[in-house]
């Protein structure tokens, strides 16, 4: 099922992979295990959070898989088949609503995380129906759901419109982005951070009221202050309380967990946690990611938050994330190797190469590279729309640049990647075993340069209260055209608020290219023992990397709406514009055959030419991108990244035939932890699509 059809209906076929933790979970002590407990009741608290900046519909929907659910489980002790029967609807559409459920859950929407696209149920409404008239409370919610759960239109998530939605700007009233960056453009002038806010347009005696609705556990007292917008006539209205229930929640669970903390340091990140979350206050959360990224290498590893901004259309507001996890210490030792080793490969990367300066760095590089905490963990609770290999946060930048960050790679999830039956159609028949074969490790060390030397990576030049963290009478050089640079950030002014919509696709493109940069590196690939000895050579792996940057480019299409006009997924974006890249700068190391016929493309790679041709491509795009960002030059990179990522011409056809060959996207199945007195008990579900719906169920939310 995963896989979509024309209409954005689900066909069968899904591939589900379970997030195994027994082993790592068993290797925690007894007090270890109800921190971990207590964390991942907080994560999967945050579900209906996720639901409501994914769709209306997508709390509604949730409900109405529970309740049938139920009423299986107890009028026909869990049996789906009995349930056809019963209901006389086809064993076949019964196993339809399962894979839509699953994919559903495994989504916490229903729009893909990656994508952004919606989906909806390969079943009839009238089996549907059907199924729901075993249960009157899921009858009575099909009624309120039905309409938008098979509606072809909103097609994906982007700025509201016909068939765009977005529900961080709720409501009736459409915004146009326009007043979207008005109201930003007045929060970043007051310093008011936009991560765990939504903008609610309303009409108050006729005049238009910008609801600032923020998220906390605190509501409103009545008293607040509408504020007039500069150089508009309507005004600005802050409303606390949103996602109040789900918060107070979260801040429980949290509370309950902080009787199990191993260290000081723990303690105090999870109070700043719940007094950030009752308050809104993100300057506390803020104070939070301070103190978290202390903790290094703790047994249970958290991140909880307003984190990733990919899905708000401008770029600045972020979804609801809880990720709970286990570490693994062999892994992280491996890990540990390269940090130690990191800025050695710094030194290597194009806005350091040729210069004695900051250490041999340059000047776009921080003068010091305090080595992260990197750690290899197995997901307990991954409470999200995107289920990711890896992570490298804090995303704030003036905290990353002064106090560190952390990198993780998601053990349990990168599994997922070995799974041999998975092979790409873009890659040429004679050589899909061998780049399967080679997949998983390649893929594995990219992820891992990406998050430490990908987003781990560069210097934001900067001007606060008058204080510059650059020689204002000797800028740096720019090395795109030899003259001293004449931008930077100025008081006030973050990387997301000034690159807007482009900030989080850039720095995804960035990380990526620093990673694949990277793959031809000796010395780097024996560190994970990779040599031109070993039965994977060193040499496999960088072939494997730039084949994957051609497939990846075209599987990004699937992810392009030819209708708006835009990206649905910020990494879809970044692959595509580095393909193109490779395409147009690359002097033909890398094609691209295209057989419209036979709907069949494939990528082909010259071996011989990945060093001489290929390298020297990403080289001239990454340091770009990277110069364009460490100098808040946005007009440039707009230019630049917006011409790479443009889809005209031939690109259309390649684009149909992607869609054509599209392959079903993973569904994960996560497991729970149970309380028997002071004993926490783990229970498995079945990798089915059953086996998906009876762990969200009894996760009780």
């Known amino acids: 099922?995963?896989?979509?059809?024309?209409?954005?209906?689900?066909?069968?076929?899904?591939?589900?992979?379970?997030?195994?933790?027994?082993?790592?979970?068993?290797?925690?002590?007894?007090?270890?295990?109800?921190?971990?407990?207590?964390?991942?009741?907080?994560?999967?608290?945050?579900?209906?959070?996720?639901?409501?900046?994914?769709?209306?519909?997508?709390?509604?929907?949730?409900?109405?898989?529970?309740?049938?659910?139920?009423?299986?489980?107890?009028?026909?002790?869990?049996?789906?088949?009995?349930?056809?029967?019963?209901?006389?609807?086809?064993?076949?559409?019964?196993?339809?609503?399962?894979?839509?459920?699953?994919?559903?859950?495994?989504?916490?929407?229903?729009?893909?995380?990656?994508?952004?696209?919606?989906?909806?149920?390969?079943?009839?409404?009238?089996?549907?129906?059907?199924?729901?008239?075993?249960?009157?409370?899921?009858?009575?919610?099909?009624?309120?759901?039905?309409?938008?759960?098979?509606?072809?239109?909103?097609?994906?998530?982007?700025?509201?419109?016909?068939?765009?939605?977005?529900?961080?700007?709720?409501?009736?009233?459409?915004?146009?982005?326009?007043?979207?960056?008005?109201?930003?453009?007045?929060?970043?002038?007051?310093?008011?951070?936009?991560?765990?806010?939504?903008?609610?347009?309303?009409?108050?005696?006729g005049n238009c009221v910008y609801e600032l609705l923020l998220a906390s556990v605190e509501k409103n007292t009545g008293q607040e202050k509408v504020t007039k917008l500069p150089g508009s006539e309507a005004s600005v209205r802050l409303v606390k309380g949103d996602h109040g229930d789900e918060l107070s929640a979260i801040c429980h669970s949290l509370k309950q967990a902080a009787q199990y903390t191993a260290n000081s340091i723990q303690e105090t990140f999870l109070d700043q946690y719940q007094r950030s979350l009752y308050t809104g206050n993100l300057e506390i959360y803020k104070e939070s990611q301070k103190t978290w990224v202390q903790d290094t290498k703790p047994s249970v590893e958290n991140i909880f938050g307003f984190v990733e901004p990919y899905r708000d259309p401008y770029g600045v507001r972020a979804e609801f994330e809880g990720l709970v996890a286990i570490s693994d210490r062999k892994e992280t030792q491996l890990l540990t190797k390269l940090v130690e080793e990191s800025s050695k490969f710094i030194r290597r990367l194009p806005w350091a190469t040729g210069t004695s300066e900051n250490d041999g760095k340059g000047p776009f590089e921080k003068s010091l590279f305090e080595p992260p905490d990197f750690t290899s963990i197995h997901a307990l609770a991954y409470c999200s729309s995107?289920?990711?290999?890896?992570?490298?946060?804090?995303?704030?930048?003036?905290?990353?640049?002064?106090?560190?960050?952390?990198?993780?790679?998601?053990?349990?999830?990168?599994?997922?990647?070995?799974?041999?039956?998975?092979?790409?159609?873009?890659?040429?028949?004679?050589?899909?075993?061998?780049?399967?074969?080679?997949?998983y490790a390649a893929y594995y060390i990219w992820v891992v340069l990406h998050e430490l030397l990908g987003h781990g990576t560069g210097k934001l030049m900067t001007e606060e209260d008058g204080e510059t963290n650059f020689d204002i009478k000797s800028p740096p050089i720019n090395p795109l055209d030899q003259r001293p640079i004449d931008s930077w950030y100025r008081s006030g002014q973050t990387w997301t608020g000034i690159f807007g919509d482009l900030a989080t696709t850039v720095d995804e493109c960035r990380a990526e290219l620093v990673g694949a940069y990277l793959m031809d590196d000796v010395e780097l690939l024996a560190l994970f023992g990779f040599t031109s000895e070993s039965e994977i050579t060193a040499q496999d792996l960088t072939y494997n990397v730039y084949v994957q940057l051609g497939v990846d480019g075209l599987r990004g299409l699937q992810n392009y709406n030819i209708e708006s006009g835009r990206w649905g997924q910020a990494h879809s974006r970044a692959h595509f514009a580095t393909l193109k890249c490779l395409l147009a700068d690359g002097k033909g190391f890398m094609r691209i055959d295209c057989n419209s016929a036979e709907d069949q493309i494939t990528v082909h790679v010259d071996r011989s030419r990945i060093v001489s041709d290929g390298k020297p491509a990403l080289e001239r795009m990454l340091l770009r991108l990277h110069i364009y960002r460490s100098t808040a030059d946005v007009k440039s990179c707009r230019e630049y990244y917006e011409y790479l990522s443009r889809v005209d011409g031939a690109y259309m056809e390649w684009r149909r035939i992607v869609l054509a060959k599209k392959q079903p996207k993973w569904v994960f199945v996560q497991s729970n932890t149970f309380l028997e007195g002071e004993k926490v008990i783990l229970k498995n579900y079945d990798a089915t699509p059953q086996g998906i719906i009876q762990s969200w169920a009894e996760r009780d939310l």
């Not at 009858?139 to 994906?156: C, G, K, R, V, W």
């Open 1 to 205: 099922m995963t896989s979509e059809t024309r209409s954005g209906s689900i066909s069968k076929t899904l591939p589900i992979h379970q997030l195994s933790v027994e082993a790592a979970f068993n290797d925690l002590d007894p007090r270890e295990k109800l921190y971990a407990h207590h964390l991942a009741k907080a994560a999967w608290s945050g579900t209906r959070i996720i639901h409501r900046q994914v769709s209306p519909e997508s709390s509604g929907i949730f409900d109405f898989i529970m309740r049938l659910y139920e009423a299986c489980k107890n009028n026909y002790h869990g049996d789906w088949d009995a349930l056809a029967d019963a209901c006389k609807v086809s064993h076949a559409d019964v196993n339809a609503f399962l894979e839509y459920a699953a994919t559903f859950l495994s989504n916490v929407g229903n729009y893909y995380g990656s994508g952004d696209q919606k989906f909806r149920p390969s079943l009839a409404k009238e089996s549907l129906r059907g199924m729901a008239q075993i249960s009157e409370s899921a009858n009575t919610i099909l009624a309120s759901i039905e309409t938008p759960m098979f509606s072809s239109q909103p097609s994906s998530l982007g700025y509201p419109g016909v068939e765009n939605q977005s529900c961080y700007y709720p409501g009736e009233n459409d915004i146009s982005p326009e007043e979207i960056s008005l109201v930003s453009q007045y929060l970043e002038k007051h310093k008011i951070l936009p991560e765990n806010t939504r903008i609610h347009k309303a009409f108050v005696d």
């Open 386 to 439: 995107i289920i990711f290999p890896g992570i490298n946060l804090p995303n704030y930048n003036d905290i990353r640049q002064q106090h560190g960050f952390k990198n993780v790679i998601i053990a349990n999830r990168m599994n997922a990647e070995s799974d041999e039956t998975q092979v790409s159609p873009f890659v040429d028949a004679s050589e899909a075993a061998a780049f399967q074969k080679h997949k």
